[in-house]
Every structure is written in C-alpha cells, then in structure tokens.
C-alpha cells in the first residue's frame, strides 16, 4: 500500500457503496486500484498523464472520476458515507460554521476561446467565459471560490463553487439548502444545524431572517454600517442582534476545515477546466475527511 492510498478501514467504508457494474453488462476495473490513483492526483496536483503505472492506465482514473463527477456519484457517495457517521453519532450539529476560500485557477483551467481572433498590432481581449463554468477575473488572475458549510468535527456538510469574485453572502442560503444528510431507518434527511455561525460577510437581513424562519440559531457580528443604520432608524431600527462572544470562538473550525481540504494540492489550485469535473475534486477531497 503506497503513501495516501485507502487503509483496509476506509475501504470496508467506502466499497459497499460503489457502482457494481459500468452498464450494458460491463464491469467495471478494480474500484480500488482506480480510486487511489483518483487520490494520489487529487493530494499531488500533478497531471493526469504523469499518474504512476501502479495505478493502471491514467485514461481510466480520469474517465472515472469525470464520469462519476458528471453523473452524481460522488454525490451520491459522499451523501451516504454522511448517513453512517450520523448513525454512529460522529456528526457534531452543536455548530454549524460558513466559509469561503478562493482558489487560483491554473492556465489549463481556462480554455475557452476569445469572442474575436486575435490580430497583430491591436490589444489583446480578455477570455470570455462560460457563467456556469465558476471562473473570475480579478486582479490575482483567474480564480474559484469554494462556499462551504462544515460542522464541529472539521468535516464538509456541503460544498459551492461559485466564480472568484462573487459574494459569500448571496450564498450562504444555497449552501445551507445543500446539506441534506439522510436517514437510514428512512424519514427527511436532516437539514438544520443546531446552531450556525459565519462573520461579518454574511450579515445581511436577508440570511438572518432565512434562519430565523427556519428556527435556527446563529451567531454572526453584525456590520458598523448596519448598526449605524439600525440607530439612525431609531424605533423602527428594531433590537440588536444578539451576539455571544463565546461560541463565536468556534468559527475557527471552518477555517481549520479548509486547511484540511487545501492540503490537496488540485484542491488549492484549480487544474480542471470543466466547473463539474473541479466539484467532483473538491467532494473526493471532502468525502476522504469522512472515512
């Protein structure tokens, strides 16, 4: 067994859950073998062609891991890997944490073509990209931003990727939609933290009333410029929000999550050119921190 591959833990964990045949009575190549050269590249950063031969054959790990990126199995996986440590009380719903990290989008991530030929003698235009391929221009160059919602125990409940310059705000609730651990014994999956916290960038009127319609508990600092607003409202500013110095402390355990998730060199940079392909990265990386 080489360094990073599957322990025989992980694996009991992870092969009772794994496709049984690749369809139209195909089987498919030891899951194993495949997975942990899905791994090594994902923990490495390096190019799928340099994958080592003790893997196999590299066009077999990337098509894998973009099949099953693109048809939800990773998902689909990840979900269900979820599901047992919720069974086995592994979960911490006491405190929910949001964050965000943006990623440095590597030059082979960016591969659309400009709108008009570029010609000799006349300024260079910028690439234009696809909306849903989660790639920004900003003055660091092209970047991803990854939304995630972890609990107490440095884990990912859900993961985001948006374009490098859009807001954490705006998405805080479709990150908390996503998660939905399910039930075993069968019921609604589990939705809603115990309590969440986030810092100032997600202090809007808009996610605070989303939680307190959903009966959720949340701990995030409130901005000067919205408590100056609230005062100068007077009466009709309303009371303000409520704030416990105590568990904010806490927050930091989204941060170490992200730290965690980073030590994937593909994770930390963006190699993959397709938005799905680089979601199907970052939930491999998440679903190794459940097993």
Same mark, same amino acid.
């Given at each position: 067994?080489?360094?990073?591959?599957?322990?025989?833990?992980?694996?009991?964990?992870?092969?009772?859950?794994?496709?049984?045949?690749?369809?139209?009575?195909?089987?498919?190549?030891?899951?194993?073998?495949?997975?942990?050269?899905?791994?090594?590249?994902?923990?490495?950063?390096?190019?799928?062609?340099?994958?080592?031969?003790?893997?196999?054959?590299?066009?077999?790990? +990337?098509?894998?891991?973009?099949?099953?990126?693109?048809?939800?199995?990773?998902?689909?996986?990840?979900?269900?890997?979820?599901?047992?440590?919720?069974?086995?009380?592994?979960?911490?719903?006491?405190?929910?944490?949001?964050?965000?990290?943006?990623?440095?989008? %590597?030059?082979?991530?960016?591969?659309?073509?400009?709108?008009?030929?570029?010609?000799?003698?006349?300024?260079?235009?910028?690439?234009?990209?696809?909306?849903?391929e989660a790639l920004g221009r900003s003055r660091g160059g092209l970047t991803t931003k990854?939304?995630?919602?972890?609990?107490?125990?440095?884990?990912?409940?859900?993961?985001?990727?948006?374009?490098?310059?859009?807001?954490?705000?705006?998405?805080?609730?479709?990150?908390?939609?996503?998660?939905?651990?399910?039930?075993?014994?069968?019921? %609604?999956?589990?939705?809603?933290?115990?309590?969440?916290?986030?810092?100032?960038? +997600?202090?809007?009127?808009?996610?605070?009333?989303?939680?307190?319609?959903?009966?959720?508990?949340?701990?995030?600092?409130?901005?000067?410029?919205?408590?100056?607003?609230?005062?100068?409202?007077?009466?009709?500013?309303?009371?303000?929000?409520?704030?416990?110095?105590?568990? +904010?402390?806490?927050?930091?355990?989204?941060?170490?999550?992200i730290n965690r998730l980073k030590l994937n060199r593909a994770v930390a940079t963006r190699?993959?050119?397709?938005?799905?392909?680089?979601?199907?990265?970052?939930?491999?990386?998440?679903?190794?921190?459940?097993?």
């Amino acid at each position: 067994m080489g360094r990073g591959d599957l322990t025989d833990s992980e694996w009991a964990q992870l092969e009772p859950h794994l496709p049984k045949n690749a369809g139209r009575g195909g089987r498919w190549k030891d899951h194993r073998e495949v997975i942990n050269g899905i791994l090594f590249r994902i923990r490495t950063g390096i190019p799928w062609r340099d994958l080592p031969g003790r893997f196999g054959s590299w066009q077999t790990c +990337y098509d894998r891991h973009r099949r099953w990126s693109a048809d939800g199995t990773w998902e689909r996986i990840f979900r269900v890997v979820q599901a047992d440590a919720d069974t086995k009380g592994r979960i911490d719903w006491s405190m929910v944490s949001v964050d965000s990290t943006v990623c440095r989008a %590597h030059q082979h991530a960016a591969g659309a073509r400009r709108k008009a030929p570029w010609k000799p003698g006349k300024r260079a235009r910028p690439m234009q990209h696809r909306a849903d391929e989660a790639l920004g221009r900003s003055r660091g160059g092209l970047t991803t931003k990854i939304h995630l919602a972890g609990e107490g125990g440095l884990r990912p409940l859900a993961m985001l990727i948006t374009p490098g310059q859009w807001g954490d705000a705006p998405q805080m609730i479709p990150v908390l939609e996503r998660i939905r651990v399910p039930r075993p014994n069968g019921g %609604h999956p589990r939705t809603r933290p115990d309590h969440l916290s986030g810092d100032k960038a +997600y202090s809007s009127r808009h996610n605070r009333r989303y939680l307190r319609r959903r009966q959720i508990k949340h701990t995030i600092p409130e901005r000067r410029d919205q408590q100056a607003h609230r005062r100068r409202r007077g009466r009709n500013g309303g009371r303000p929000t409520a704030f416990d110095a105590a568990r +904010y402390v806490r927050r930091n355990e989204v941060e170490r999550l992200i730290n965690r998730l980073k030590l994937n060199r593909a994770v930390a940079t963006r190699f993959d050119k397709r938005a799905y392909v680089f979601h199907g990265t970052v939930t491999v990386a998440a679903l190794r921190l459940w097993l």
